[in-house]
């Protein structure tokens, strides 16, 4: 943990927290911190500061926030579509998301998603929450993405898309694919504020899928001669779009 | 799996292999094939190909390969040298580099490496054979990454990396590194056939390292704004390098 997220829960008073769980066990454990001592923490969705240990007993650690920075790191709005992975990988996929600055994570039903993904646990945004949050700690940020499940392919990209973020108009629609040569920066245009990235299931997307896709302004691209695990095009496809944003601010 | 990885311990007669662990488990259970099937096949840093199914009992499959493609698939140059990371990232740093085609990983001491991690079993190549082979079973590629450990920083840098590759007077040495704001690009050439990447421990290099590498003409980038996991850094790192080489070959 790079920062030790906070939220209104763990509040016991104006600049007081209490934790009791592993992120309490990961200071003294890990971090090896004991009363006196500070660590760097993030209030969810707020400022990142410094805390001072005011206590650490066996099962509980309470810390004293003394410092807050006014301004919560500024990462590039991207926003992320995948069709819905198996549990195990969506797990990975929220904690990159989280560790590296999405805005919001659309998962998507398509053809070779299987049904039964769509009843996990992992579905419900509580049980998405410790995934994110240890995103977030390692990324030292405390924006929670927004996750959204969407059962329905064909009215997610028609009617529910257009509506998402603030500036949809000048977004650019992204479409991760095996099927074109075109590496990102022939389909990458200068000065997009938004990105929306869309990555599809093991197995890929079919024809329909895509081609719904591409009608709606998405942007077939390749990552690059391998195949991919979801997890790994998530983040790799993330690294690509950043990397030509670095070059053009440059 | 994209791909069943054959090893010559599987052989039996010229064109036949057994199959009587969890390779069977999984083309029984997950890809539901039976006798009469084909499956796609690597042979261990050989050709790819097509297999029959001639036998598929409850412990074990028989499989008669009956077309190989000449060629295996030309994955581009790339070394990576990573500070040893803890088990349990080094098990998902094996799986990347087979999965994404790196010729070479070089795991060193670095002062932020805990000692312990050079008494993890991993260190040992039979160890690390299975998260090699499914990585090349996911990637659908055959060639085994060369792993190898080394326990002195110094003597790493200074007199083994110059001996590795057959073409290192045109290699490109790159290092991921959180003190620069100059993204890869600053720092690529253009036609350099060999790159060779580093990647620091968790809490980075320390000066000492850093400024070695620089002497010895590696070249500083930054992957982006964020704070990475290890595995995330090389996935990162490798789609870059990617898509500026699919960039100058355009």
């Not at 549990?87 to 998507?108: D, E, F, I, N, Y």
Request: glycine share 8%; net charge negative; charged share 20%.
């Amino acid at each position: 943990m790079n920062l030790i997220i906070l939220t209104e829960t763990d509040r016991v008073g104006e600049n007081g927290f209490v934790l009791s769980d592993h992120r309490a066990e990961h200071i003294r454990a890990v971090l090896k911190r004991g009363v006196g001592d500070s660590v760097s923490v993030g209030i969810l969705n707020g400022p990142t500061g410094s805390a001072k240990i005011t206590r650490a007993g066996s099962d509980l650690v309470q810390l004293e926030c003394d410092q807050w920075s006014e301004i919560v790191p500024p990462i590039p709005e991207i926003d992320l579509i995948c069709a819905l992975p198996r549990p195990q990988t969506l797990k990975k996929v929220l904690l990159t998301c989280a560790m590296m600055g999405v805005r919001s994570l659309h998962l998507v039903r398509a053809n070779r998603v299987e049904k039964s993904y769509f009843s996990s646990p992992l579905i419900l945004s509580e049980n998405q929450l410790p995934y994110l949050t240890e995103g977030l700690s390692q990324g030292k940020l405390t924006r929670l993405p927004q996750v959204q499940v969407h059962d329905k392919f064909r009215r997610f990209f028609e009617d529910e898309l257009p509506t998402f973020g603030s500036d949809t108009s000048e977004s650019l629609r992204l479409l991760c694919s095996p099927d074109t040569e075109a590496p990102l920066d022939k389909v990458f245009s200068a000065g997009a504020a938004q990105v929306v990235v869309a990555i599809g299931p093991e197995g890929g997307w079919v024809p329909f899928e895509t081609e719904l896709m591409q009608s709606l302004g998405f942007r077939a691209f390749t990552l690059g001669r391998w195949t991919l695990r979801v997890e790994h095009a998530v983040t790799a496809a993330l690294a690509q779009v950043e990397l030509l944003r670095l070059m053009q601010q440059a």
